[in-house]
């Protein structure tokens, strides 16, 4: 499967951003799909986890209860809408596909990558 992220840009501190992530190759439906995010320097961060019918979601402890993970598998597109976004949600957002049979939430159970979006938040 390729992924293809989008909706990243400039937004002010307590603004919202909607990233998208077009799948093609293979149905969607058939990978748990994650979003994580990488400042320049770190390690990659787990964002957001949901399963293949959408029924079992993960958030990391840093975007619980402002961001949402959604999928929406006839249009084979997985999004993440963010709100309240802080400065220190600036990194490049990457939507991962997983083919395992249940919802992971590190770095290295996922297959598949996506080239990443910039999210920039200035205060």
């Known amino acids: 499967v390729q992924l293809q992220a989008s909706g990243g840009g400039l937004v002010q501190a307590g603004g919202s951003l909607r990233l998208s992530c077009a799948a093609s190759?293979?149905?969607?439906?058939?990978?748990?799909m994650g979003w994580f995010r990488q400042v320049p320097g770190t390690e990659r961060e787990f964002v957001a986890a949901i399963s293949r019918s959408g029924g079992i979601i993960y958030y990391g402890d840093s975007v619980k209860g402002r961001f949402t993970i959604s999928r929406d598998n006839a249009k084979n597109t997985l999004y993440l809408q963010m709100n309240s976004l802080k400065p220190e949600d600036t990194a490049v957002y990457y939507c991962?596909?997983?083919?395992?049979?249940?919802?992971?939430?590190?770095?290295?159970?996922?297959?598949?990558w996506g080239q990443g979006t910039q999210v920039t938040v200035s205060s």
């Open positions: 991962a596909a997983d083919s395992g049979a249940v919802v992971r939430t590190t770095r290295l159970s996922y297959d598949y």
């Open positions: 190759g293979r149905t969607l439906s058939f990978y748990s």
